[in-house]
């Protein structure tokens, strides 16, 4: 009876009626959850493990970038000239990496619609073309520095013969506009010759009328004139078949013309036909693209660096004869059908020659 009494005097001071059973049940669920033995612990002294990570990752960064500034500012401040050289090259992988990241967006792109090179837009397929440019200059870096410890003679390598070995994207801009003067010299060179092997082959032409634009032709350009766009698409026939077709050219004519491309002439006859034919087809589909894109949607640097492709040396002329030269090649070029490439080809020097004072 006493122990009874004493269990409803406790249940009266917890407010409700509760069995003697029930009330250890629910001292103990109480010790359990803390409530019972003091306060509960904060929840800010223990960081879930995705937290602890984020910090962590956030602190790696942050001294990171505290140390590649104090590193590049004691390198501007001891090695000036290194500093340069360092910089470029950084900024020269950063764009090869986005580059890459770029083209292969595009090629994931087209695989997943089903979708040809010519189809694309024309910034996307002159970022393709100028990405397999670029990869295929490297690739003889990538294997000269497979043998163990060639990666120095590479980097010495590098460091004499930019202009062969290096890719635009670790050019100085000095260096930029002298590599592509150079480069324009080279194709300049073969041109008096090209103009000499179209003379040579006059006499082969049956139609009189196609020797006399051809012979005026030849002697405009030799004379320092420009030709205007009527004198060279009245060769369009010419130019289609035997003698001045491509798989009918000489096998000089043949290595002048790649010469003219920036193309290697040490290569036989058929290989240089193929490259020739590869090369000329490609910048078609990019006119075709051009053109329906507009020139007016090209920035300054598009504008220049799409006539240096075609044939022009554009980094010495203002962006406005750059305009005006490239909307004569687009005229000519989406003028002309497949069978009538060469003419495209030829065009690289017929039109380039002698524009606005170029000729040197």
Same mark, same amino acid.
Not at 1 to 20: F, H, I, K, Q
Not at 187 to 192: C, V
Not at 309 to 329: A, K, P
């Given at each position: 009876?006493? *122990?009874? &009494? ?6 009266? %001071? ?41 910090? #962590?990752?956030?602190?790696? %960064?942050?001294?990171? +970038?505290?140390?590649?500034? +104090? ?29 890459? +990241?770029?083209?292969?967006?595009? +090629? ?92 040579? %082959? ?14 005026? @032709?030849?002697?405009?350009?030799? &004379?320092?004139? /420009? ?7 009245? @060769? ?9 077709? %491509?798989?009918? @050219? ?6 002048? @013309? ?53 044939? *022009?040396?554009?980094? /010495?002329?203002?962006?406005? &004869? ?18 009538? #490439?060469? #003419? ?17």
């Amino acid at each position: 009876m006493a *122990l009874s &009494r004493v269990c409803w005097a406790r249940s009266a %001071v917890w407010g409700s009626a509760v069995t003697p059973g029930h009330f250890f049940t629910r001292r103990l669920q109480l010790g359990r959850s803390g409530l019972a033995w003091g306060a509960p612990r904060s929840s800010k002294l223990h960081l879930s493990p995705k937290a602890d990570v984020k910090n #962590l990752m956030s602190y790696v %960064v942050t001294k990171t +970038k505290a140390f590649n500034g +104090k590193y590049h500012r004691f390198l501007g401040r001891h090695f000036p000239r290194f500093y340069v050289l360092y910089t470029i090259f950084m900024k020269g992988l950063q764009m090869l990496w986005a580059d890459a +990241k770029k083209a292969r967006r595009i +090629k994931t792109n087209m695989w997943k619609h089903n979708i040809k090179f010519h189809q694309l837009p024309y910034r996307e397929m002159e970022h393709l073309r100028q990405f397999r440019q670029d990869v295929t200059k490297c690739l003889f870096l990538g294997i000269i520095s497979i043998p163990p410890f060639a990666n120095y003679l590479v980097f010495l390598l590098m460091y004499l013969f930019p202009r062969q070995l290096l890719i635009r994207h670790f050019w100085t801009p000095k260096q930029q506009t002298d590599f592509l003067d150079i480069y324009h010299a080279f194709r300049k060179q073969s041109h008096p010759e090209i103009i000499s092997y179209l003379e040579k %082959v006059i006499p082969l032409i049956s139609d009189a009328g196609l020797r006399w634009h051809l012979t005026d @032709l030849c002697t405009k350009i030799q &004379r320092g004139t /420009h030709p205007a766009i009527h004198d060279i698409l009245a @060769l369009r026939e010419c130019f289609s078949n035997h003698p001045l077709g %491509v798989n009918q @050219l000489q096998a000089l004519h043949v290595k002048a @013309l790649s010469r003219a491309m920036l193309l290697t002439s040490y290569l036989p006859p058929p290989l240089l036909r193929h490259r020739l034919k590869t090369r000329t087809t490609v910048i078609h589909q990019l006119d075709k693209a051009l053109a329906k894109l507009g020139i007016g949607q090209l920035t300054a640097q598009e504008v220049k660096s799409a006539c240096y492709l075609r044939g *022009l040396n554009s980094t /010495h002329i203002g962006e406005d &004869r750059c305009r005006t030269w490239l909307g004569e090649w687009l005229q000519i070029s989406c003028s002309l059908k497949e069978t009538e #490439l060469s #003419l495209l080809l030829h065009n690289v020097v017929l039109l380039s020659t002698n524009y606005l004072g170029t000729r040197r």
